[in-house]
């Protein structure tokens, strides 16, 4: 399958490993994503005026056999 077709997820999640084949996968930081949300949610009821707030976490991709390796051109 990875020969034609890559397919990958987002979340690095333990279920993955029940696929059969390994899935390629985005590690992102969830302890801090949730975290995050929290925050924001707190500030967003206690503030008088909404605005907008946005933070860019570092996500890890994570190779495995569901991708294929790239096309040569």
Do not use: H, Y
Request: proline residues 8%; glycine residues 8%; negative net charge.
């Amino acid at each position: 399958m990875p020969a034609q077709l890559s397919v990958t997820g987002f979340g690095d999640l333990s279920e993955a490993v029940w696929a059969g084949t390994s899935l390629t996968t985005i590690r992102q930081p969830i302890v801090t994503k949730g975290r995050l949300a929290a925050e924001f949610l707190v500030e967003a009821i206690n503030a008088e005026e909404s605005r907008p707030t946005q933070e860019r976490l570092a996500t890890v991709p994570l190779f495995r056999d569901s991708t294929g390796p790239a096309p040569r051109g």
